[in-house]
Structure formats: structure tokens, C-alpha cells
């Protein structure tokens, strides 16, 4: 603690003034493009299981941190799918997973590159080491991301089947929030640098970048709501416009968290003065 204020000072220091905008453009579009396509995977996957009702409905719940605009834009096209009919929803899967595979990957490199960035990393990753970096990452969550979805469907059948509550709404929530924190740790220890980050340094950057991408949403829908013009600027594209918004102070929290974790290795490890 004592060398907190130090820490945050000069991660932050690590993102000013510097190219980051670049990478979290990067990776805000990257991401956006495979959200919907990954939307009707999930759709199309949850209707070989139960019915794709239940998948939005699960879906909608995940989406309650995202801004309004954002969140209506989500919810819409989940209900959209969840009554379009079941053939073509599993037709439209194929295209689906080879776009949401496309933008998944390069939205990891974008990632990894700006982590690198980020970390002022002296001897970064390797052509291949890299794109095997990103095919790992997008392989975990491609088989990571479907079992968690699927175990909490488990609860909710169970909890339906045999009226019992096995797990209420806010341990859910924080076993998501303790998932995404560990996925992070895991990226900075691993993806920042050739060689592996400290774990306390990685955990630290993980959690506070889990708390800023919780405050990024907030903050997204209070800037939202203030300002009216939004809809007059931007029409019908105004949702999107929102959906960017969320996800670029998303992304931002996420190399902030990467920046931290960097000065506080440092810091652990004696490089900086007062360690």
C-alpha cells in the first residue's frame, strides 16, 4: 500500500501521451464485430440444449453493466433470433462462426500487440509465437466460454426442475466477476512479455481492470443519458455509436490494467525507486 500512489501514477504515465488509441480502436472494432456473430452462436448452440428463449433470456441478463442504447441494440437482436425459426438460425451458424472466428483472432492480436505496447516489452513476441499466442487465447475462450454459459444454463434447469435456488443472482455474479478476473491474470501473465509475469502483479492489474470496466459502464451510461444530442448527431446509427463508446472505455480499462500490473512488477521486484 505504501507504494500504491507511485504505482498508479506511473501506469498511468504508461498510457498518456503515447499511441494507445490506436490499439483500443483496434480491438473495440475487432470485438464489435464479433459480438453479433457470436450472438447467434450462442442462440443456436443454447437450441440444441434448450430453446433459443432461454438463451436470450440469459443472454439479456448478462447485458444489464452495458449503456441503454447499447443494451437495447444487444436485447433487440437476441429477440430477434430467439424467434427467428430454428433451420435458419443453424444455417446462418456456419457464416457466423467463420466471422466471429476472423474478428475473435484479430481482435487478440490488436490485444496482445497494445499489451506489448503497454508493457515497453524489449523483446516482443515472435511472428509465430505471436499468432500462436492469439490462437491459443482465442481457443480458450471459444471452449472456455460455452462450458461457463452452459454450467450456469445447468443451474437455472435445476433451479426450474426442483424449485431450489442452487446458486443466487449475486454469487453468480461474482464467480463471473472471479472468471474474468483470472482470464486477465492469466493474459498479462502470459501475453504481455517473453517471459512470464509476476502472479501478485498479474492478479493485481486483472482486478482493477475488472473494477474499471464495471466503472467504464456506468460511466458510459451517465454520459449517455446526459447527453441528449447523441440521437440528433447520429440517427440511426446511434446505438452502434453507444455500443463504441462502452466498449473502447472497456478496452481502455483493460491496457490500463496491463500497465498496472507492469509498474507493480516492477515495484515488487525493486527496479523503481522507493520499492
Known amino acids: 500500500m505504501r507504494g500504491l500512489p ?3 501514477w506511473r501506469s498511468l504515465g504508461r498510457l498518456w501521451g ?3 488509441m490506436l490499439f483500443v480502436g483496434g480491438v473495440s472494432f475487432f470485438v464489435m464485430l464479433a459480438t453479433f456473430p457470436g450472438l447467434m452462436l450462442l442462440v443456436g448452440v443454447y437450441g440444441l440444449v434448450s430453446s433459443p428463449e432461454a438463451a436470450a433470456g440469459q443472454a439479456e441478463t448478462l447485458t444489464s453493466l452495458a449503456p441503454a442504447g447499447a443494451r437495447e441494440l444487444i436485447t433487440a437482436e437476441l429477440r430477434r433470433l430467439a424467434h427467428a425459426p430454428a433451420g435458419a438460425v443453424s444455417a446462418q451458424s456456419g457464416f457466423a462462426l467463420l466471422v466471429a ?3 475473435a483472432h484479430r481482435g487478440f492480436k490488436a490485444l496482445i ?5 503497454v508493457h515497453d516489452e524489449e523483446a516482443p513476441h515472435g511472428l509465430v509465437r505471436f499468432n500462436l499466442l492469439a490462437l491459443g487465447l482465442l481457443a480458450s475462450a471459444f471452449l472456455l466460454l460455452p462450458a461457463l454459459s452452459l454450467a450456469f444454463l445447468a443451474l437455472q434447469v435445476v433451479t426450474a426442475t426442483l424449485g431450489v435456488q442452487v446458486l443466487s443472482a449475486a454469487v453468480q455474479w461474482v464467480v463471473a466477476a472471479g472468471g474474468v478476473i483470472l482470464a486477465l491474470a492469466l493474459i498479462y ?3 504481455m512479455s517473453s517471459r512470464p ?3 501478485r502483479a498479474a492478479f493485481a ?4 481492470a475488472a473494477a474499471l470496466t464495471l466503472a467504464a459502464s456506468l460511466a458510459a451510461a451517465v454520459y449517455v443519458n446526459a447527453s441528449k444530442g447523441l440521437g440528433a448527431a447520429y440517427g440511426s446509427v446511434t446505438a452502434v455509436v453507444i455500443l463504441l463508446i462502452w466498449l ?10 496491463g500497465a498496472l500490473a507492469t509498474e507493480a512488477e516492477r515495484y515488487l521486484e525493486g527496479e523503481v525507486p522507493g520499492a
Do not use: K
Open 113 to 117: 500487440a497494445g499489451l506489448s505496447f
Open 205 to 208: 492489474g486483472a482486478a482493477s
Open 197 to 199: 509475469l509476476l502472479w
Open 101 to 103: 472466428l476472423y474478428a
Open 18 to 20: 503515447r499511441d494507445m
Open 248 to 257: 473502447s472505455w472497456s478496452v481502455q480499462a483493460i491496457f490500463f490494467g
Open 6 to 8: 507511485g504505482v498508479l
Open 189 to 191: 501473465r502470459y501475453a
